[in-house]
């Protein structure tokens, strides 16, 4: 039996915030704790009552930083890891010219492996604890990936991407084999440890209607299993989609009538929507994922969150590495704060945070294991640091409350902003120098212990 208590300022939701009034969505604890048992969250409270109740329980003391779920990403792709800023090119250019090449290089197992450990290490260092991820068209990639995630823990779903035109020698499969290194992809990490497999049609243009026909025979044989795809990201996509699947009635369409859509899918980007790919969407439950700055990055167009929200429809969010240009949530909060303020549309913060934990969590109907500090759930949790910069610390200064906190984290934070993650309970980022558990009945820890300090003297009490 592990267990620890982890010590500092609490934040967790329990709905979305309906506005920056509405304090009954969320638990603010000021001095607050986690409860941690064998990398389950037993408890969050205040820390004097989790302490009493478990006085010999080591603790991490992590004031005056912020503990919170970590973050959730549901739209990655792991094998572009080196194509993260190729400049120039709007999608099916930056595709052509950049990025199938370098997806190509994962054929090869030991470069697979090798960018696993990179990819897992960034996700890591950004606070990122579970990812949606896109694998090349390699069985091994998907291999590599779920290899690495299982040994160190972290809940990921992800799947090989099924593709098999369009695209050069090298990165395509056949109907037959994307559906065979599929299921036997399934039969080894679908529900294994943490591991959930999606399968993974990468857009229209890549998948001929016979691969369609056996991505559709997949998703009803494996109805456990999400689906994950790219929908109406670029105009000149949805035309030569149109071209390649003319019978259909849109591009939602080609996916709608090969089965695909239902309430486990997720649809990068879903920017140029048609009001009758909208009342699809509302009818399968099939859930838009929001990529702000692989959007700006390609120039894409502007995602209608409030528009699509308005018919009922609950929507991801994203980085979409290697379009888009950061790991980090806070830095994709902070595009797309921007992208919806073009649109007259604004992200309060308690909304925004919510978003890229629990929110992201209900997108992927993992709410009872991710995305809050919930008894019960998984310990994943990051810890923030709203003053990891001079430029942070100055503008702390004047902040007045939580929600002037986190939108200095969501509109100025980084890596940097990560003083800790724990992934099931382990503490993953480096931040040894800065506190160490002791001995089992010690409260720990940083070197400038602040068991008894005034925590009101370094930081500001809301
Ligand atoms: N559409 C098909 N593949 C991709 C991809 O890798 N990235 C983005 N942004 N869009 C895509
Ligand atoms: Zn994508």
Redesign the pocket.
Known sequence: MTQKLLRGRVLTFHREPRDGDDASAYTYLEDGAVLIKDGTIQRLGTFDALRSAAPSTPVTDHRPHLMMAGFIDTHI?FP?VQVIASWGSQ?LDW?NNY?FPEETRYADPDHSARMASKFFDQLIAHGTTSAVA?CSVHKTSADAFFSEASSRGMRMLGGKVLMDRNAPDGLRDTPQSGYDDTKALIEQWQGTGRNSYVITP??AITSSPAQMEMAQALASEHPDCHIQT?LS?NHDEISFTAELYPQARDYLDVYQSYGLLRENALLGHSIHLKPREIDALVETGAHPVFCPT?NLF?GSGLFDNAGLRAKGITNGIAT?VG?GTSYSMLQTLNEGYKVLQLQGQSLHPLQAFHWVTRGNACVLGLEDKIGTLDAGTEADIVVLNSQSTDAMALRMERAGSLAEELFILQMMGDDRAIAEVYVNGVPCKATLSRHVDTDENSVTSREDNLENTDISAVFPIY
């Open positions: 792709h572009q999608l595709l990025t896109f990468r857009f790219h990201e692989s390609l979409d379009a």
